[in-house]
């Protein structure tokens, strides 16, 4: 355990960034298996409803540094060409 101020206080917001970031992250990963289910389910319309939403959360978790813009920006692109194929 931390024994300066500045270190206790540091732990204790780093619990929180932590607990936010997993939030985020969770939220994103159910969102891209919710995509990905209805693809392979062939539900195409329903997926392209859903894939607007996966792209909000992978542009809002990049620009918070949760995840690395270019993983957003490869993930976006692949997801839009599997539905451009499926189309």
Known sequence: MPKRKAAVKRLRVDKKRHAKNVRIKRELKTAIKKFLSLFSSKQIEEAKKTLGRVYSLLDKAAKKNIIHPNTASR?????????????
């Open 75 to 87: 993930k976006k692109a692949r997801f839009a060409r599997k539905i451009s194929k499926a189309a």
